[in-house]
């Protein structure tokens, strides 16, 4: 019988002007699931996970995962979730499978017992951050996150560090580099709910907004969110050769690999 989790639809409100890419964001309560209940978890990684926190985390966001894919209209049953050398997350078609329709990227983030879930369409990347809204976060971590100006006024603003902390770390993970984006090499505009930031080569758009009792940042970048295989490059070639043929068919599925 599957475990009933409430999952709530993260709002964005009309007036911060998002327009375009589509985009899903989801939130829930972190509870017990069985693993035989998350298509998408890994039975690789959770076989190594010593601790119950993390294997609640890791099953509740896989399962929160699965009811925004359910939302976007894919189907979990041919779908698995890799990562790129940096952990960050993607989802792809199970090695088998024919269908090649382009899948949205992906951000899965946790806090304070909650999980959290953000889906932009293909072409983009997505980062989802989000912190209680009543964290208090040590000073003793400000020239970590932030240095010059923003450091010095951080130190004036303490109050403003959950807001610099949730928007950088939601820019690692769309940019799907996660530490390796130092974020002491991000400026986050001061008092801006929705703002522009061009990073490198790259034009990163953030929002944060409160939700929940939770301070949310949502950030998305053009760029590729999905991390092939050689399998991948493989079925592509074969595609196309068969494309001027009429009697083959789309859907084969063979095994979950959990790699």
Not at 78 to 101: C, D, H, Q
Not at 231 to 242: F, S, Y
Request: hydrophobic share 40%; with cysteine.
């Amino acid at each position: 019988m599957v475990t009933l989790m409430v999952a709530t639809e993260i709002i964005i409100p009309v007036s911060f002007g998002i327009d375009s890419p589509r985009l899903i964001c989801m939130m829930m309560p972190i509870g017990h699931l069985e693993l035989s209940e998350v298509v998408l978890a890994n039975h690789d990684e959770v076989a190594k996970f010593v601790t119950e926190k993390r294997y609640m985390e890791h099953l509740a966001g896989r399962y929160l995962l699965q009811l925004a894919l359910t939302k976007w209209g894919v189907d979990c049953s041919y779908i698995e979730v890799r990562r790129n050398e940096f952990r960050a997350p993607s989802i792809a078609y199970l090695p088998g499978t024919w269908k090649r329709t382009p899948l949205p990227s992906i951000s899965i983030g946790h806090s304070s017992g909650y999980a959290f879930v953000g889906l932009v369409e293909p072409g983009w990347t997505v980062g989802i951050d989000a912190e209680p809204e009543d964290l208090v976060i040590s000073n003793g971590v400000f020239d970590m996150m932030a240095k010059g100006e923003e450091l010095a006024y951080l130190n004036s603003n303490p109050n403003q560090a959950v807001r610099l902390w949730t928007s950088k770390e939601s820019i690692q993970k769309s940019a799907r580099l996660g530490m390796n984006l130092n974020p002491r090499n991000i400026r986050i505009p001061v008092g801006e709910v929705k703002s522009k930031l061009l990073i490198g080569n790259s034009i990163f758009q953030l929002v944060n907004l409160s939700f929940k009792d939770f301070f949310i940042s949502i950030s998305y970048c053009l760029g590729e969110g999905y991390d092939s295989i050689s399998e991948d490059k493989l079925l592509e070639q074969t595609q196309r050769a068969m494309s001027d043929t009429d009697d083959w068919s789309i859907g084969c599925k063979t095994t979950r690999s959990n790699a």
